[in-house]
């Protein structure tokens, strides 16, 4: 049996996306085999298509971060889901398949009567808020932050996550999308006319406990600046080194070493930490089964509402890219690529 992928052959643009037909792989021992069901669209594939961040997947590979599907074949000896289970799994790449062949370790159970597409667009999004409010910055009740791309899928996440934790939100925003901000519970900083750090330096304490900053670049000394004895700078992105679709790899060279590196040098009780959602696999092994379940049954439960922009197939993956790269879409684009 044959079975479709979109693949990376080369980097380049979201032309170089291909949908490809192999023959469907058995899974090995400790594999399971998964029919997605529903596979997000993130920042991150376009990253790694692009070539901004190094050490990517072997090309030609399939992106896609996360995957939600159904347990189809089990590998020799694996204690896994049942055939027919419905999981969810964060993996480097793969999910722009129609199957995905995954360590069965990865597989999170999908809640009893949560959509697929809806799981999809939470998964990375609501899993790295997490890990990065409570693991990473360890914000407490009270505690004050502050999130750069407030109104993106992760920056969503950061408000309606922290509004559970009683965590107050200053959220960058373009104007347009303050709104989107303050019905989520945070308050919007304009930044096409407002300086971030002015805004902070005029709160009580003049700094907060933690900055999550996906933007990357000089931003990412700024961002620090803005941070109080204590608390700490998490960078997790660097929007700022993709310019008109390339990479710009001085952009991203300056945000990690100025940002990032030489903070780490100076004694004022201030941290830095470039996050990803692997970070804490070796010191933390069992976060990720627990902080992706905590976030699935935040869902279950009603409690966050992941925005789901648009569904789209297979092979519309390339429009799927350029309608990120151009913030087409508000809300997580979600790939559907499961044939019945
Ligand atoms: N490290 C990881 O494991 C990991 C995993 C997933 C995602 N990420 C990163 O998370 C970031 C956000 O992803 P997402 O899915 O939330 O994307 P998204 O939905 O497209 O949101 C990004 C938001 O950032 C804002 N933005 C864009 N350029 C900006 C700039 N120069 N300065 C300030 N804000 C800017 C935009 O909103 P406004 O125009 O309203 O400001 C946009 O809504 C990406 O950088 C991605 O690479 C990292």
Same mark, same amino acid.
């Given at each position: 049996?044959?079975?479709?992928?979109?693949?990376?052959?080369?980097?380049?643009?979201?032309?170089?996306?291909?949908? +490809?037909?192999?023959?469907?792989?058995?899974?090995?021992?400790?594999?399971?085999?998964?029919?997605?069901?529903?596979?997000?669209? +993130?920042?991150?594939?376009?990253?790694?298509?692009?070539?901004?961040?190094?050490?990517?997947?072997?090309?030609?590979?399939?992106?896609?971060? *996360?995957?939600?599907?159904?347990? *189809?074949?089990?590998?020799?000896?694996?204690?896994?889901?049942?055939?027919?289970?419905?999981?969810?799994? @964060?993996?480097? +790449?793969?999910?722009?398949?129609?199957?995905?062949?995954?360590?069965?370790?990865?597989?999170?159970?999908?809640?009893?009567?949560?959509?697929?597409?809806?799981?999809?667009?939470?998964?990375?999004?609501?899993?790295?808020?997490?890990?990065?409010?409570?693991?990473?910055?360890?914000?407490?009740?009270?505690?004050?932050?502050?999130?750069? #791309?407030?109104?993106?899928?992760?920056?969503?996440?950061?408000?309606?996550?922290?509004?559970?934790?009683?965590?107050?939100?200053?959220?960058?925003?373009?104007?347009?999308?303050?709104?989107?901000?303050?019905? @989520?519970?945070?308050?919007?900083? *304009?930044?096409?006319?407002?300086?971030?750090?002015?805004?902070?330096?005029?709160?009580?304490?003049?700094?907060?406990?933690?900055?999550?900053?996906?933007?990357?670049?000089?931003?990412?000394?700024?961002?620090?600046?803005?941070?109080?004895?204590?608390?700490?700078?998490?960078?997790?992105?660097?929007?700022?080194? @993709?310019?008109?679709?390339?990479?710009?790899?001085?952009?991203?060279?300056?945000?990690?070493?100025?940002?990032?590196?030489?903070?780490?040098?100076?004694?004022?009780?201030?941290?830095?930490?470039?996050?990803?959602?692997? +970070?804490?696999?070796?010191?933390?092994?069992?976060?990720?089964?627990?902080?992706?379940?905590?976030?699935?049954?935040?869902?279950?439960?009603?409690?966050?509402?992941?925005?789901?922009?648009?569904?789209?197939?297979?092979?519309?993956?390339? *429009?799927?890219?350029?309608?990120?790269?151009?913030?087409?879409? #508000?809300?997580?684009?979600?790939?559907?690529?499961?044939?019945?």
């Amino acid at each position: 049996m044959r079975y479709r992928h979109v693949s990376v052959p080369r980097l380049g643009g979201a032309e170089v996306l291909r949908l +490809s037909s192999d023959e469907l792989p058995a899974p090995a021992v400790g594999q399971v085999r998964v029919r997605v069901l529903a596979a997000g669209v +993130s920042y991150g594939d376009i990253l790694l298509r692009a070539g901004v961040i190094p050490g990517g997947p072997k090309r030609p590979f399939t992106p896609g971060y *996360d995957l939600v599907g159904e347990v *189809d074949q089990v590998g020799p000896g694996t204690r896994a889901p049942a055939v027919g289970q419905r999981v969810v799994a @964060l993996v480097r +790449s793969g999910g722009y398949a129609e199957y995905a062949i995954v360590p069965a370790n990865r597989l999170v159970p999908l809640p009893e009567g949560v959509d697929p597409v809806e799981a999809s667009a939470l998964a990375l999004n609501y899993f790295i808020a997490q890990q990065m409010l409570h693991r990473v910055a360890r914000v407490r009740r009270g505690g004050t932050v502050l999130v750069h #791309g407030a109104s993106g899928g992760v920056g969503t996440a950061f408000l309606e996550l922290a509004a559970l934790a009683e965590v107050t939100v200053h959220g960058t925003v373009s104007g347009a999308r303050a709104d989107q901000v303050r019905r @989520l519970g945070g308050n919007p900083i *304009d930044r096409d006319t407002e300086d971030f750090l002015r805004v902070v330096r005029g709160l009580p304490g003049g700094a907060v406990d933690a900055v999550f900053d996906p933007v990357g670049g000089r931003h990412f000394l700024r961002s620090y600046q803005a941070v109080r004895r204590g608390g700490v700078m998490v960078g997790y992105g660097q929007n700022a080194a @993709l310019r008109g679709g390339k990479p710009d790899l001085l952009v991203g060279a300056q945000g990690f070493l100025g940002g990032i590196v030489l903070p780490k040098l100076l004694p004022d009780g201030r941290r830095t930490m470039f996050y990803n959602a692997w +970070s804490l696999e070796k010191s933390q092994p069992a976060a990720y089964q627990q902080d992706l379940a905590t976030v699935l049954e935040l869902l279950q439960k009603g409690l966050v509402s992941p925005r789901v922009g648009r569904t789209m197939p297979l092979d519309e993956a390339a *429009d799927a890219h350029r309608a990120m790269e151009s913030a087409a879409v #508000g809300g997580k684009i979600v790939l559907v690529p499961a044939r019945a």
